[in-house]
């Protein structure tokens, strides 16, 4: 049964911004933890990515807040510096009820500098990774003392990454008669552990980890270990979705597969740990953004990564953790729109799938990898290609500027055009395949905001 927003103690000014923001009814993680969490109680909520869980524990830190009082009143603790910056921007869309409410995000690979400035100028809600909240702790650039929502994100990958205790150390410095809002996909013993450190008395809200069947199509292939690499080319070629994301369990497997992919013609990339912050938003933008067609990531370098449209998900790994397998085949078939599911699997893995059927109350479907045919054609390219250019917020350059200078100033359409993403220093802009070489040469001769600028094109 659906619930309504309005059923939940809100303002109407809030309920009016909900409704603008296509926000009907709510989903079962909301349902289940916004009541128990309006009241003031501490939650532990179960529930996978894209299960509407920010929206749900960022409505119970808003209600909290007193906008005219110029302090720190909500901390968000997340695992991935993109994962923040995703629950920053779902906050200020869920705010714009309020006046004035301001949202900082605090995490790595971003200078210190313009952070300690953010938090001078006076915060309402911090988001943040463990590490980079405790740096400002530290020197005294954060207060927690007026806190009264803490919140854990994605508490599992946060355990599964190291920071037990970094969040430890946070929590101790965190008034001790706050509200704790703990959120997870996976419930392992660690968690347990850690509810039971920093909450009093939690409420266990738990959203069953199913998928809709007709929106998510699972196919299972049994592979010999020589040939599970090639496989994964075959299915690209046999299916020839529009975007992919390959999940492997191991860092060494993701250089591997991409390897071959790339020498085989295919637009692919590789996200993992190792990689610098800077190559990591350009692996991002460039996928999110259709320059690149298939990500090869391990599950902890995807955490918080949320791609719309995602045309398939291929395991090329079982993961141990049959919890991981669903979370994982549910980033495709999102909003009404049908996806792909392919699993490879060894007689050494059937253990792991024999415990991924017990989870999902269904038998596998499996198929052989001789139904798999070349495609006769060319290999299926993504529509966009990504121009990177020197200069960003610093810069003071704005999205409107990137478009107008390619529209207005060099003539191109706005539908030749994809997603402009802006950060501190660089700005990354999709155009369609078949313009962008032209495109570059053109930007290096003109200029943005009255400058001459630097541009090149991202390729694999």
């Known amino acids: 049964m659906t619930q309504s927003f309005s059923t939940l103690a809100l303002s109407p000014a ?12 709510m989903t079962p993680i909301q349902a289940a933890s916004l009541p128990p969490a309006l009241l003031g109680k501490d939650i532990i909520g179960q529930a996978k990515t894209g299960s509407g869980k920010t929206a749900a524990f960022a409505l119970a830190l808003l209600a909290n807040l007193n906008p005219r009082r110029f302090a720190v009143q909500s901390l968000v603790l997340c695992p991935t510096r993109e994962l923040a910056d995703q629950v920053t921007a779902e906050v200020r869309r869920l705010a714009r009820a309020e006046d004035n409410i301001k949202a900082v995000t605090l995490s790595g690979g971003v200078p210190l500098r313009g952070q300690t400035t953010s938090l001078a100028h006076g915060a309402h809600v911090v988001v943040g990774t463990p590490g980079r909240v405790l740096d400002h702790l530290d020197r005294g650039n954060l207060q927690l003392d007026a806190l009264n929502t803490l919140v854990l994100d994605e508490a599992d990958r946060m355990l599964d990454m190291g920071f037990v205790d970094d969040i430890a150390k946070v929590a101790r410095q965190c008034p001790p008669q706050r509200q704790t809002l703990l959120f997870s996909a996976t419930y392992p013993e660690g968690i347990a552990k850690l509810a039971a450190q920093f909450m009093r008395e939690p409420v266990m809200v738990k959203v069953e980890a199913q998928h809709d069947a007709v929106q998510i199509e699972q196919r299972w292939y049994e592979v010999r270990e020589n040939e599970r690499l090639q496989a994964v080319a075959r299915l690209l070629d046999h299916f020839r979705p529009a975007s992919t994301l390959a999940f492997c369990n191991t860092k060494a497997r993701c250089r591997e597969l991409v390897e071959l992919l790339q020498a085989q013609g295919y637009s692919a990339l590789a996200l993992h740990g190792d990689l610098e912050q800077r190559d990591r938003d350009q692996v991002l933008v460039r996928f999110a953004n259709r320059s690149c067609s298939v990500l090869v990531a391990t599950d902890v370098a995807a955490r918080g990564l949320d791609v719309a449209g995602l045309a398939a998900v291929i ?9 991981v397998h669903v979370h994982r085949i549910g980033r495709t078939g999102r909003a009404g729109e049908t996806g792909h599911a392919f699993s490879l699997a060894s007689l050494d ?33 993504p529509p966009m290609a990504t121009i990177h250019i020197l200069g960003g917020r610093k810069e003071k350059i704005r999205p409107g500027d990137v478009l107008g200078a390619l529209t207005a100033d060099l003539g191109y359409t706005r539908e030749q055009i994809g997603k402009i993403d802006i950060n501190e220093f660089a700005t990354y802009v999709a155009v369609e395949r078949g313009i962008a070489k032209d495109a570059v040469a053109r930007l290096n001769e003109g200029r943005i905001k009255g400058r001459s600028v630097k541009a090149r094109l991202l390729r694999d």
């Open 349 to 381: 893995e059937m253990g792991a799938v024999g415990r991924i059927e017990q989870l999902q109350g269904r038998e596998s479907e499996w198929h052989e990898l001789s139904e798999l045919k070349p495609h006769s054609g060319e290999r299926l390219l």
């Open 14 to 25: 809030t309920l009016e911004n909900l409704a603008r923001l296509g926000y009907r009814e």
């Open 315 to 323: 395991n090329v790994d079982v993961p141990p953790d049959a919890e």
